[in-house]
């Protein structure tokens, strides 16, 4: 996003353009999706090397260093062109503090949080600071830590169903039966295992 936030939204149209997703969050900048897009971008400088990756980064830190609302502290959603921390509830209307928002979606949703945003910084300091090659070296694992990584990749392969697909047994909502589901949260957890397994035999092997 351009300024007074260049950061990401948490979610965007078809255009690419922010945009309303489910009735409490209307369309904002996120500084927890900012702060995912950074480790992203991060990721990928360090396997690349292409320093346009690490330039995106600069003027998002900025912006979430500057946005806190306390220490170590942010609202989830700023809005478009003020930059001002807004909240939502089931009105489908934006509010500017909490405190106006239903005690139900001021209980029940994550407003207000640190959202790992200061090791995302502090991350990116030190890849500033100590480079590319030094950061790709301390990271690198050694070959005897995979076997426990191995059998964490087995268990993963096991749990596809003849389909290919991770089945998990879930609720539609509280106090609902146990149902089998296809969730993206076991998806990204199963992928990412496979992945940090992959990452790490080319480190080892190397």
């Known amino acids: 996003m351009p300024e007074p936030h260049p950061g990401w939204a948490q979610q965007y149209d078809f255009a690419m353009s922010p945009s309303w997703a489910r009735v409490m969050e209307p369309p904002a900048v996120s500084s927890a999706e900012s702060g995912k897009v950074i480790d992203a971008l991060l990721d990928i400088y360090l396997e690349t090397g292409e ?4 330039d995106a980064i600069a003027p998002a830190a ?3 260093r500057r946005s806190t609302i306390g220490p170590e502290r942010w609202a989830r959603l700023y809005e478009l062109g003020t930059n001002r921390p807004i909240y939502g509830d089931e009105r489908g209307r934006i509010f500017y503090s909490k405190a106006e928002i239903s005690a139900k979606f ?3 949703y994550n407003w207000e949080s640190a959202y790992k945003n200061p090791q995302t910084l502090a991350n990116y300091e030190r890849v500033r600071r100590e480079g590319r090659d030094a950061m790709r070296a301390a990271a690198t ?5 995979l076997a426990a990584l191995e ?3 087995d268990g993963v392969l096991a749990a596809l169903n003849s389909d290919g697909r991770w089945i998990v ?3 539609w909502q509280k106090g609902s039966p146990l ?15 496979l992945t940090e397994y992959l990452q790490r035999v080319d480190g080892a092997v190397k």
Do not use: C, M
């Open 51 to 54: 320093q346009k990756y690490l």
């Open 62 to 64: 900025a912006w979430l």
């Open 106 to 108: 001021a209980r029940d």
């Open 141 to 145: 694992p050694k070959r005897e830590k």
């Open 151 to 153: 059998r964490r990749v």
């Open 169 to 171: 047994q879930d609720r």
């Open 179 to 193: 149902e089998p589901f296809i969730t993206t949260s076991a998806f990204i957890a199963n992928v990412r295992v």
